[in-house]
């Protein structure tokens, strides 16, 4: 059995909506892999959420043993207080980021996932690697986040 994965995460953007971008650094063992991407459009959640999603999908073997390391209370409290299991069974009616919480789902139910929320900023190694890469993404080639909805920002204006 391989050694538990650590993934460390962070998401930015500048502006929110605006340009963002994630960073993830995946540790097991001696092996370290990190990652980042950066879009043109996006939030802040989005981004968090993303950096998540990436860290999982570059799990090659299923039914890993993995903890997430995030700063982001929207993506920690949402798994770990089981709300984005309510969501769920209520199709995500009226839920923002439906497209990412229906493809962190698919990704998180392969493994055996903990998810632990850190302080952002607080001198945490690995969590300001992760901010790096994050605002280095979203300042470098950016891609469309064809997941966000502009008009669902615009809704709570009227």
């Not at 459009?41 to 090659?60: D, F, Q, W």
């Amino acid at each position: 059995m391989p050694n538990e994965i650590t993934i460390y995460t962070d998401g930015a953007s500048s502006g929110n909506p605006g340009p963002g971008g994630y960073g993830t650094v995946l540790i097991s063992g001696k092996h370290r892999l990190e990652k980042s991407a950066g879009y043109s459009l996006t939030t802040n959640n989005r981004m968090e959420l993303m950096a998540v999603i990436a860290g999982l999908e570059s799990l090659k073997i299923k039914k890993s043993k993995v903890v997430i390391y995030t700063d982001s209370r929207y993506v920690a409290d949402s798994v770990e207080k089981g709300w984005v299991f309510q969501w769920e069974s209520k199709a995500f009616k009226k839920k923002k980021n439906a497209d990412l919480w229906i493809r962190f789902l698919k990704i998180y139910r392969q493994h055996d996932v903990r998810i632990v929320w850190i302080k952002g900023h607080a001198n945490n190694t690995e969590n300001e690697v992760c901010d790096r890469l994050a605002v280095e993404a979203s300042k470098g080639a950016l891609l469309e986040d064809a997941g966000y909805r502009p008009e669902e920002e615009n809704e709570k204006l009227l």
